[in-house]
């Protein structure tokens, strides 16, 4: 078991930048690959970013790339997307979550997630 708590969110203007973090307790989360995810009102939940278990390869949604990193301390179990050169589309909810691994058909599964937190960039 894994519980995750995103933290950082904010109202930010466009052109700035934010750094939310996903703090992990209850097991070690080196044994998990971790992802970050939003949801925008009236729209499906979407993939942002995600690190390996060893944080030594990332991969990000070609919307934020060149704009979010994700990165992670070890010592401190906890995750981080920094978000650079915002824009309102930017504006979700935030989710972090954490895989075991890949499940049938491929697909890499998340079974631990956060409650979210909201960011929101003004025009």
């Known amino acids: 078991q894994v519980h995750l708590v995103e933290s950082g969110g904010g109202l930010v203007q466009a052109g700035g930048s934010l750094r939310l973090s996903c703090a992990a307790s209850?097991?070690?989360?080196?044994?998990?690959?971790m992802g970050w995810f939003r949801q925008a009102p009236g729209k499906e939940r979407e993939f942002v970013a995600r690190m390996s278990r060893s944080g030594g390869t990332t991969y990000y949604v070609d919307d934020v790339k060149g704009r979010f990193t994700i990165f992670r301390d070890g010592a401190k179990n906890t995750v981080y997307l920094q978000m650079n050169s915002l824009k309102p589309e930017d504006t979700a909810v935030y989710y972090c979550?954490?895989?075991?691994?890949?499940?049938?058909?491929?697909?890499?599964?998340?079974?631990?997630w956060g409650q979210g937190t909201q960011v929101t960039v003004s025009s």
């Open positions: 209850g097991r070690t989360f080196s044994s998990y690959a």
């Open positions: 979550a954490a895989s075991s691994g890949v499940g049938p058909g491929g697909k890499w599964e998340y079974k631990y």
